[in-house]
C-alpha cells in the first residue's frame, strides 16, 4: 500500500530537538537532555506526499497508528526496565552506531547532499523514538496519543493546505492527557511547530 511508505515520523517539541541531539553525540551535553518538566512531543505523517484516499487507506492508517503505539509501549517498558539503556555513553553509542548507518546508505545516493548530514541524523526516526521514550522511561512519566483523521481544507490555515490536507496524523506527548496539555489542543503547538519548519 502506498500509505505504509508514504510516512513519516518526527519530533516536534522540543523544538530545538534536533540541535540537542548533535551536541549530544558530540559529547558537549550529557543525558538527560530534555528536562523533566519539558513537554516533549512526537507525530507521525500519514500520506504525506499523495494524502490518504478512502476508507481502506484510513483502516490501514489505524492499524499503522496502534502498531506506533504499541511499538512505543515497548520501547518505554525497555528503557525502564534496563536503566543502563539510559546511561549517557549507551545511548551515545547507539546514536552514534545509527548515524554510521544512515552515511552507510546515504553514501549510495549520489544526489544527497553531505552539508545536511547533522540535519538528517539529528531527524531519524530511529534516534528520534528512541529519545522520546528513553526521556519518558527515565522520568517515570505518562503519555498519549491522539490521531486526527485525513485533514479537511475548511479546517486549515491556508499556508498549511499544501502539506496537510487529506494527511493523517498521530501525535504523542509526555503527559497524562490532552487536559494536562497548555494548549486549546494538542493539534497548537504542532501546528505552530510545521508553520515555522518552512
Not at 502506498?2 to 540541535?19: A, K, Q, R
Not at 523514538?129 to 517515570?140: E, N
Not at 496524523?169 to 497524562?176: E, G
Amino acid at each position: 500500500m502506498v500509505v505504509v511508505s508514504d510516512s513519516y515520523m518526527g519530533m516536534f517539541l522540543p523544538t530545538d530537538i534536533s540541535y540537542r541531539i548533535t551536541q549530544f553525540m558530540a559529547g558537549k551535553i550529557e543525558f538527560p537532555f530534555i528536562k523533566r518538566d519539558e513537554l516533549t512531543a512526537t507525530f507521525y505523517m500519514f500520506g504525506k506526499d499523495y494524502g490518504v484516499k478512502g476508507q481502506l487507506e484510513i483502516m490501514t492508517v489505524i492499524e499503522l497508528a496502534k502498531r506506533a503505539i504499541g511499538q512505543l509501549a515497548k520501547d518505554i517498558r525497555g528503557f525502564y526496565n534496563m536503566p543502563n539503556k539510559m546511561d549517557s555513553n549507551f545511548t551515545r553509542e547507539n546514536y552514534i552506531r545509527r548515524s554510521l548507518q544512515i552515511s552507510i546508505e546515504l553514501q549510495k545516493d549520489s544526489s544527497f547532499d553531505w552539508s545536511k548530514m547533522n540535519k538528517r541524523i539529528a531527524g531519524d526516526p530511529s534516534i528520534l523514538s528512541d529519545c522520546f521514550a528513553q526521556h519518558i522511561a527515565y522520568y517515570k512519566q505518562d503519555y498519549f496519543c491522539e490521531l486526527f483523521q485525513p485533514f479537511d481544507e475548511n479546517h486549515l490555515p491556508s499556508s498549511l493546505r499544501r502539506k496537510l490536507e487529506g494527511r493523517m496524523l498521530l501525535v504523542c506527548f509526555n503527559a497524562k492527557d490532552s487536559k494536562s496539555l497548555p494548549f486549546e489542543s494538542t493539534l497548537v503547538p504542532f501546528i505552530e511547530w510545521i508553520s515555522n519548519a518552512g
